[in-house]
């Protein structure tokens, strides 16, 4: 049934992926793996409900990083990969809560002979497997409890002594054993498998046993004197010892009830009968079984708590876009700037310059870069009549690079005042250009060595642990 279970669940999956493919339109990219899982939420999602998603400070990054032509395919890109994030990681949540929450078993072979802990130490369980070769091979299963080892007569000894007197403040659960009230709580285990308890009541006429009290027997406000004798045994060592406890009965409510409900369990050979109500009041008393949980449950909060920590990580991407859209603008500026002065230095003005780059991008598809896009958008925005001077500064605050903004700053001047210094400028500019780019060029080679030392360091101990565990093992044998 588990088997089944588990393809039917993979089948479900791989249906879900064919359907969210078949999903996307004929001109969308199907290379983003989360975008398409992500992809049948999103389709489903106006603009504007998939904008509400999202915070202000989401949507100003998106819109720096997008062109206004793109903005609103970026926002469903991004928001899809979140979510599509989160349904692999449900995905493989659940995987793991049917895979682990099966509870499968293995096993080992152990030792015939096992130690027992120290006294000091827990009991341990083993669960057991045994196998009995004949013609027909046999199987079963066994638990064995292994207790601790008893300690030495002196030390079992001071062991009791100290028991009794730890076991007073038990059975009276913050009474005094001048002014009992209550029944006495009575531990059957109080100190461990190893010490045996047993309890007899001295007075029987007004203490069980058990450590309930007679109440038919006594009458509220007298106080009565009854005598407990508790017998501690731990192996070979046996003691008692007599408690002397003086009740006075008063009304017992439902709270001490409930606090002394244990003692109002009758137990036979046959059966074990419950209290049905209360001792005095009469309340019913309503019983139900504690079921325990499946661990796939857990498995699962802990992939919904997972899912949502990487939806929120997922905001931290914007920032990295961002950085790598200003290097991309960055490392093509200098040669934006090298063909604008040596068109100028031709006899070309700077708008007739500007647009020959822009249609040599276009016609030639020399590079693919940001800043040839947004320099294309600004020819745009000049055709459709927006002023030189507006579309530039435009231009300049959507690149977001003070390399860029000191550019425009500097041919919007010049287009200004009608200067013929343009060229010099630029050819001064072009110089710091070039050294920024080679700035950036160095630190990023210096940020792909450092990404090497992980693998590097993956790879060491590789080869250390391939060449050491044969040596071990050698050693050993």
Known sequence: ?????????????????????????????????????????????????LKSL????????????????????GVYRYQGNRIGLIILVLSLGVFFA???????????????????????????????NYKIEEEDTLFGRLQVRVEPKLPEREVAVKLLTANFSELEPLMLKGMSPSNVHKDLFLPKKPFGEEVTVRYTSLTTDYLSHEGVLKRDAME?????????????????????????????????????????????????DD????????????????????????????????????????????????????????????????????????????????SNAWQKIVVDHQLNKISKGILYEEMTLVSQDIKNGIPEIEALESFGKRTQCKEIIRFVAIITQNLKRGSQSMTIALKQLSGEAWTIRTTTARRLGEKASTKLLLPMGISLITVIIIVMVPTFMAMKL
């Open 1 to 49: 049934m588990y088997e089944v279970i588990m393809m039917l669940y993979l089948a479900m999956l791989v249906i879900y992926f064919v359907y969210a493919k078949r999903t996307l339109v004929d001109d969308e990219e199907t290379t983003d793996f989360f975008y398409i899982l992500g992809a049948p939420i999103i389709k489903r999602l106006s603009f504007d409900q």
């Open 54 to 73: 999202l915070t202000s400070q989401e949507l100003e990054k998106l819109s720096k990083i997008y062109r206004q032509k793109h903005y609103e395919q």
């Open 98 to 128: 049917l895979a682990i929450g099966n509870n499968h078993e293995t096993s080992r072979e152990i030792n015939p002979i096992i130690e027992r802990p120290t006294y000091d130490q827990e009991s341990v369980l083993y669960d057991l």
């Open 220 to 268: 509220r406000g007298i106080p009565y004197e009854v005598s407990l004798l508790v017998d501690l045994g731990l192996g070979e060592v046996s003691m008692s010892y007599v408690y002397d406890f003086r009740i006075t009965l008063k009304e017992m409510n439902t709270k001490d009830f409930a606090e002394a409900i244990e003692n109002y369990v009758i137990k036979t």
């Open 271 to 350: 059966k074990i009968i419950l209290p049905q109500k209360t001792e005095e009041s009469g309340i019913p008393v309503h019983w139900s079984t504690q079921e325990v949980g499946v661990s796939g449950y857990r498995i699962f909060i802990m992939a919904v708590l997972i899912a949502i920590l990487f939806y929120v990580l997922k905001k931290g991407e914007l920032d990295k876009a961002l950085a790598s859209r200003k290097e991309e603008i960055l490392y093509d500026f200098p040669t934006v700037v090298n063909k604008l002065t040596m068109l100028m230095n031709a006899g070309m003005t700077f």
